[in-house]
């Protein structure tokens, strides 16, 4: 499949602009009469929707005409792809693949009983 994106690219595609992850961000060359160009990313690595930057995601979903790369805050984080299943997903005290260990109770538990 990747073989044909790479052609259809070549063929009908022109490249935007590339994100600081190294994702090309291409837009069709030529749209039909009346209709929006297509828009499309090859990605650098492995194929992962959530390694677009917000900017990014608001071209590739016509929202705006050109990325914007809105000022950064000193409060804001840097985005981040979704880790979810991956060995660099978040595992809460006391998962197994942690060990299993949980912390005791502090007492101020009660379990519900039916009336």
């Given amino acids: 499949?990747?073989?044909g994106t790479l052609f259809n690219t070549w063929r009908n595609g022109r490249q935007v602009g590339t994100d600081e992850y190294g994702n090309r961000y291409f837009e069709?060359?030529?749209p039909k009469a009346g209709a929006r160009a297509r828009r499309w990313v090859l990605y650098k690595g492995s194929l992962e929707a959530s390694k677009i930057p917000p900017a990014w995601h608001a071209w590739m979903h016509y929202t705006t005409d050109a990325p914007v790369q809105a000022e950064s805050?000193?409060?804001?984080k840097s985005h981040l792809?979704?880790?979810t299943g991956t060995e660099h997903s978040y595992l809460p005290p006391?998962?197994?693949?942690?060990?299993?260990?949980?912390?005791?109770?502090?007492?101020?538990y009660e379990p519900w009983q039916p009336v």
């Avoid at 805050?73 to 804001?76: D, E, G, V």
């Fill in 28 to 30: 069709e060359k030529a």
């Fill in 73 to 76: 805050r000193t409060w804001q």
């Fill in 81 to 83: 792809p979704n880790v």
């Fill in 94 to 108: 006391g998962h197994d693949l942690r060990g299993g260990e949980r912390s005791k109770a502090t007492g101020d």
């Fill in 1 to 3: 499949m990747i073989t």
